[in-house]
């Protein structure tokens, strides 16, 4: 129902923009969230945005350099990421929160199909 899109492989300092569509469900009512899990590790939080795209939040790894958008008429989120590293490779995903329509970082339920990204040196 989730399906991100956008990723690739860039050099460090590049620019990608990743989009997340949902078919079969409207997603303007839910928060929004984007997760990721490099290699090896965990999946982490990465950002997030409210329903109405006026509260977003962001992990400290990411402040400054991703920004989190909605537009709720086209049904999609995106997440545009600067000055990337290579830390920053991973899987990302998009995930949204039926429960509600702020940012609850522990209460995402509903998960899309991953994008890679990978940042090379």
């Known amino acids: 129902q989730l399906q991100a899109s956008g990723g690739g492989l860039v050099q460090a300092g590049a620019s990608l923009r990743l989009s997340c569509a949902a078919s079969?469900?409207?997603?303007?009512?839910?928060?929004m969230g984007w997760f990721r899990r490099p290699p090896g590790k965990e999946r982490e939080f990465v950002a997030g945005?409210?329903?109405?795209?006026?509260?977003?939040y962001y992990a400290d790894s990411v402040k400054g350099r991703f920004t989190i958008s909605r537009d709720n008429a086209k049904n999609t989120v995106y997440l545009r990421m600067n000055s990337l590293k290579p830390e920053d490779t991973a899987v990302y995903h998009c995930?949204?929160?039926?429960?509600?329509?702020?940012?609850?970082?522990?209460?995402?339920?509903?998960w899309g199909r991953g994008t890679l990204v990978t940042v090379s040196s």
């Open positions: 079969g469900r409207t997603l303007s009512s839910y928060a």
């Open positions: 995930a949204a929160d039926t429960t509600g329509s702020n940012v609850v970082v522990s209460r995402y339920n509903v």
């Open positions: 945005i409210s329903w109405s795209g006026g509260s977003t």
